[in-house]
């Protein structure tokens, strides 16, 4: 891993969510922007849909992501809005360019498919 940001999961290398907004707003600064939209938040589920639009307004690229409350990982349950809104933005920001390891996931994604396993 030659970024200290990235992670290593199962002998793969991602970027976590965090890291490639930093690099996004590290490029792009405020020209660019990042929106999230609340989809659909009840007690079973939370769906959020993230925009990244261009210095005109333009949508350039989006993300949806989606949670289950009860397929969570305990303790995580209470923020399903969070986890889910920040890989919606992961998922956005891989349409726009900035992958994960080569991979669509975000590396809380790939963590919690693990540990669902």
């Known amino acids: 891993m030659s970024d200290p940001r990235a992670v290593s999961i199962h002998g793969k290398t991602y970027m976590p969510v965090s890291a490639r907004v930093e ?3 590290n490029e792009h ?4 922007g990042m929106t999230t939209e609340i989809v659909e938040n009840t007690e079973n589920r939370v769906v959020i849909k993230a925009s990244i639009t261009d210095a005109n307004g333009l949508v350039v690229a989006t993300g949806h992501a989606e949670e289950f409350r009860k397929a969570m990982s305990k303790g995580f349950s209470t923020s399903a809005l969070e986890v889910c809104e920040t890989s919606a933005i992961g998922r956005a920001l891989a349409n726009f360019g ?3 390891g080569g ?3 975000s590396a809380d994604e790939v963590a919690n498919a693990i540990g669902a396993k």
């Open 23 to 25: 690099d996004f707003r």
């Open 29 to 32: 600064g405020t020209n660019f």
């Open 98 to 100: 900035y992958l994960t």
């Open 103 to 105: 991979e669509y996931a």
